[in-house]
């Protein structure tokens, strides 16, 4: 016999339900107590929902605080769409708008330390949204660099992992305006070189370790 379709979709809807209330919980014990002291019992009386109905949705803890992970991922990277849609027009102007959304995101993660912090970051769903992350950003940076609004002499998916990379150190800012300013100084970063400076075709900055130095400089 064929499931009507609109109990199917009942169904579905209330198993989302169930385990929205089961994500919210383990969230809220989490950020109560950290991940290693979350608990099955603690979880189902967070929710509301028996035990028993619990490990029909899942079978332990781990896999409550991966489903949990990867719904914090998931909701990041939507926050990271928002922010292009809702930036001002230009591809530089949404690219800059990504990049502090992210930055802003970093100064909020807390740490979780511990062996199952390191395999809930080890898992697939973050390998996933990593490479979905960094494919949304070079696509970013290629536009804006199609416009002339970025070098065009580096691969955009270095310039990608630059900006990642660079904006990892946000997590230890003190203010969302600090923040602002390190997604600045990023972007400088991307700013199109000069096709010559004194006759010489320019090249990427010298970072301080490589640049020579200057006579009064030296030893």
């Known amino acids: ?6 109990w ?26 950290g991940l290693a002291s979350v608990s099955m019992s603690q979880i189902a009386e967070r929710s509301g929902i028996g035990r028993a109905t619990l490990y029909k949705y899942f079978p332990d803890v781990e896999a409550i605080l991966t489903a949990w992970h990867e719904r914090q991922i998931n909701r990041h990277l939507a926050e990271l769409t928002q922010a ?13 708008a990504v990049l502090e959304a992210y930055a802003f995101r ?11 912090a390191a395999l809930l970051h080890q898992g697939e ?13 070079t696509g970013l940076v290629a536009e804006a660099a199609r416009a002339g609004e970025v070098r065009d002499d580096v691969d955009p ?13 946000a997590h230890d800012l003190p203010s969302q305006a600090a923040a602002r300013r390190l997604v600045m100084v990023t972007l400088d970063g991307l700013r199109p070189a000069p096709a010559h400076h004194h006759g010489r075709q320019a090249g990427p900055p010298q970072s301080a ?11």
């Open 157 to 169: 998916g270095e310039l990608a992992g630059y900006c990642l990379h660079a904006l990892t150190a």
């Open 106 to 116: 970093q100064r909020q993660h807390q740490d979780h330390g511990g062996e199952l």
């Open 84 to 96: 292009r849609e809702a930036a001002r027009p230009g591809p530089r102007g949404q690219l800059q």
């Open 209 to 219: 370790a490589t640049a020579p130095l200057e006579p009064d400089a030296q030893p």
């Open 8 to 33: 199917n979709e009942t169904i579905t809807a209330h198993r989302a339900a169930v385990q929205d209330a089961v994500l919210d919980a383990v969230a809220a014990l989490v950020a109560e107590q």
């Open 125 to 137: 769903h973050v390998a996933r949204a990593a490479q979905h992350l960094h494919a949304f950003i």
């Open 1 to 6: 016999m064929r499931v009507p379709k609109l």
